[in-house]
């Protein structure tokens, strides 16, 4: 890959938008993507929650209060062997792996989208991305609870052991309006939660992580999992295994409700879900699944000259070249 088609993060002192890949990117929260960070309180149920710790902070001792969430790393092999078996075609690298699938950079490039597009209302907001000091890394680690108690992950935190890609890489991190509401939605917010989870289809999103504990009054929180156009995952992909994603939104927010419905005592049969129940069983509008994220048009953010390097690079760089055709099975078949 070229300097001009830059991948992986950047080393400089002068932070750059994130990731360095076309499309969507989240910029720094401060021009040096540091700061002076006082660790208040751990959110979230570090038994639940998967890819993060997220803790209240203060950030350069200013008011207000942000929720800061900080990105264990994962192996390049892991995720091409838990995502990437779906591809029709492999990624060329193990950093473009890390690239399109890791949930940091999935988090800023699905942000990046609702700020491009402004719909920033349609989840909690997300103000740019901060790297840790290894002093800051090392109290967290310290002061949270470990993400899975008995298990001998607790001498690599940050998950970097199975990755030499990151060894050198700090934490990222992104800071959000620290939600403070009790609930994770209510009855009366129902028929925006559907709205807004088709806004994101609008929008080239695929949230694909619809969970109760990801939404806090009515929006939601975690975007690590999203799947953001363009992305290798809306191009090369099983037809099938993109139905079943697609399914899979409606499917757990249908799910959503009615955990939180039985919870707090609704009349289920008075909630009105005709079209996302449509959708949850490939009958609702388009195709049978609501909006197809593949139909948002990328390309009226590009100009012309960054059209085409971007078209060349999603062309022909970021897909392992096709292995050589066997001439002996060409001419098994001739004979
Ligand atoms: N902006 C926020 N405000 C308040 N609490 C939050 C916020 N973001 C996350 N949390 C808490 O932290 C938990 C984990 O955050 P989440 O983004 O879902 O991480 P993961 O990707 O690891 O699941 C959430 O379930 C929630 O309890
Ligand atoms: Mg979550």
């Not at 070229?2 to 499309?23: K, N």
């Not at 310290?142 to 001998?152: F, L």
């Not at 309006?177 to 709205?195: G, P, S």
Request: glycine share 6%.
């Amino acid at each position: 890959m070229d300097s001009s088609t830059p991948s992986s993060t950047p080393l400089s002192d002068a932070p750059q938008a994130l990731p360095q890949l076309p499309g969507p990117k989240l910029a720094p929260f401060t021009p040096t993507a540091h700061a002076d960070i006082e660790f208040i309180e751990q959110l979230g149920n570090p038994a639940e929650d998967m890819d993060s710790f997220v803790w209240k902070v203060r950030i350069n001792g200013m008011a207000p209060y942000y929720a800061l969430k900080m990105f264990q790393f994962n192996a390049a092999l892991y995720l091409e062997s838990s995502i990437g078996s779906y591809l029709n075609r492999p990624l060329a690298s193990p950093q473009l792996w890390i690239d399109y699938f890791d949930p940091f950079r999935c988090e800023c490039r699905a942000y990046g989208r609702l700020k491009e597009e402004c719909r920033e209302d349609i989840a909690v907001r997300a103000h740019g991305y901060l790297f840790l000091t290894p002093e800051q890394e090392l109290e967290v680690a310290k002061r949270s609870t470990p993400i899975q108690p008995d298990d001998a992950e607790n001498d690599d935190p940050w998950g970097r052991a199975e990755e030499p890609l990151v060894a050198d890489r700090p934490v990222h991190a992104i800071v959000k309006d620290l939600a403070t509401d009790n609930n994770h939605f209510t009855r009366d917010q129902i028929d925006h939660l559907w709205r807004d989870l088709e806004d994101f289809h609008k929008l080239g999103i695929l949230v694909r992580d619809v969970t109760v504990s990801n939404y806090i009054g009515g929006k939601l929180i975690d975007l690590s999992r999203a799947w953001t156009v363009p992305h290798p995952s809306l191009e090369y992909i099983h037809e099938r295994y993109l139905r079943q994603q697609r399914r899979r939104d409606p499917v757990c927010l249908q799910n959503c409700i009615i955990d939180v419905g039985i919870d707090d005592g609704w009349n289920l049969d008075e909630v009105d879900m005709k079209e996302l129940d449509a959708c949850a069983i490939g009958e609702g509008e388009n195709d049978g699944y609501g909006i197809d994220p593949r139909r948002y048009d990328w390309r009226k953010w590009e100009d012309h000259r960054t059209l085409e390097a971007t078209e060349a690079f999603l062309e022909h760089e970021i897909y392992a070249p096709p292995p050589p055709e066997d001439p002996e099975a060409e001419g098994d078949e001739e004979e």
